[in-house]
């Protein structure tokens, strides 16, 4: 009975062992994908070597590396086993995992594919399995004693080791756990039906609800969820948002009030999270008819209609809007963050409009609050120094500050005269969020050379003062499935409707860009592009139009009325160019358009073109490709936008390269409709999976887990 009972214990060890290194390897590769692309696409002279070498001083990763598409082994660590190579690996489009013996040591190779923009891979992570064997030794040494105690009628012993053994698993799960979290991700739990003790499945369940939120994984992120993980994970909290622009404006228009859904990701982003949530959102009331929709409290209920949440609107005078917005935010702080080559202007009085703005923001976040620990959801560049003023109001908020536009790095953010105040405010958060990794690093890098303060890079956090702030990227996204798809009619229904609207021939193959008017969106470039594409594929003539929805913004500013006004001359000089007798290849729709015309717009085109000079994720992409229930149409995409790093599918370009944008446009033009399917497939999927909810589910959970840890401290001092 001993001898048979022996393996079957250690086969059992070895199966669970070999699925927690499996599972651990998954994790850590989730946790360091971001870091690892990034340093793939970066400049000449960056080396991931020293950032695999430190990963790999954890006890069990014995190694990692990098295979190339070619299957060359890159960046591998000191005391990489000879027997491991590219070649001997399977490597294809899903995760594979293989054992491996190197002079008599067992290991376990985990081998994950990974792209960043056009370079593509797979990275490899090596775990030693000694602890399996060692566990398996265990094991078997506990069931032959325990079958001997039985034998000889110890029964009361065997029960004893039995408990024994349990409480051994039990803490080497709780130490792993322990160390996952210090390292600030879980890892998965086993599946119900293993055979480990009741209070492990109790620890177990409850560390597969948090990490199945915090993953993501097998979680459809939708209203549902992001409401249940409230409810679960932060139950009772107060949530509170503050932005500049406010999700719904109402306007006077023809002595009537009427509705309008601002162009801003922001707000596109943000707006389902709150009907999710419900809470107050806390925006400035710029509509003509604002004051007139609120209660006596400046509140008014929304979405109009089926009200789900409150917008509290605060009120600014002419003198502030040009200072805090027009002033400091759009013409210092948004070309500084931006690489668009527009010169920053920083004038005194701006800064004291900011400052005064900010902190009557503050006095509403404080107004608004019915508990003294709120989670107040900040947005934007135009509200830096908030955090600040509310962790001074209110000590025990959670404060998630969000930062929709790129951050620079140290040297061009130095040029700020008010920089130190600026990362100050911020660090009043409890965590920061940017959309990329690279921009959490340049605001690292900007924090060393300008504070005093104590960064922890492994955290990636800021201590300042005694208060820590967590630095993360969160990458923005949409609602999915999108509401402004509902009641959308079929494709060639859209296409007929936009050919008749802005008068476009029959059989026109249409491209389209939808945005504000904004000198980082590159419209220009595009323009440029469609000339050059006209001129030297003539063939196109007469077949192709570029349509150009374009929102005015920021009119106000001079850099922003000389950018409509150059539009509007070049597109008449392409048009005179290239067009004639009917025919007028560059369309100019210059007004609002509304969510639900922007995604018939959409629908009505063979390919959508995103030239952004610079943007933090550009939501417009995401949009395009939501819009193609039909998984037709083609994304042709900056690579200087965010959202290049998750939708590689798309044909990335470099909009101040005209000749190879107009090459993508013909390329796009001239797909076939099975290769546009597989694009937009995947492009499809991801969006899905990485939706809105799911990006407010990330930040949430981390304050969650912050709550907690807070709490715990607080109840041990
Ligand atoms: O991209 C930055 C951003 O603030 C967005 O978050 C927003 O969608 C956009 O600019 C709109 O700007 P504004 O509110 O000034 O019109």
Redesign the pocket.
Known sequence: MVVALAPLGSAMVEGWSRRDVELRSRLVFRSIRDQVAAGLVAPPGFDLGPFFERLSEDERILGLGFCTEAGTLRYATRQWPKAITCASLKRDRTDSFASVTDRGRRIHVSVFPIAAGPVSGHLLLLHDLAFADERAREAQFYTILSVIGVAAGLGLLALAMVLALQRSWVRSVRTMVADMRNRGVLDAAPSGDSPLGRELHGLLEELRVERTYAEGIHVEWSPKTLHRLLMEELPGAEVLVVS??EPYIHNRVDGAIALQR?A????SALEPVMRACGGTWIAHGSGSADRDTVDRNDRVPVPPGDPTYMLRRVWLSDEEQDGYYYGLA?EGLWPLCHISFVRPTFREEDWRQYKAVNARFADAVVQEASRDDPIVLVQ?YHFALLPRMIRERLPRATVITFW??PWPNAETFSICPWREEIIDGLLGSTILGFHTRFHCNNFLEATDRFMESRIDREHASVTLGGHETMVRAYPISIEWPPSALDGQTPIAACRAAVISRFGLPADAHIAVGVE?FDYTKGLLDRIHAVDDLLTRHPEWRGKFVYLQAASP??SKLGAYSALQAETVRLAEEVNARHGGKGYTPVVLSIRHHEPTEVFEIFRAADLCIVSSLHD?MNLVAKEFVAARDDEQGVLVLSGFAGASRELSEALIVNPYDTRSMASAIDAALRMSTAEQRERMHLMRDMVRQRNVYRWAAQMLLDAARLRKRARILAGAA
Not at 264 to 267: A, D, E, Q, T
């Open positions: 500049n622009r601002p801003s990701g922001l707000v759009n934007d929709h536009i504000r913004t920021r933090g």
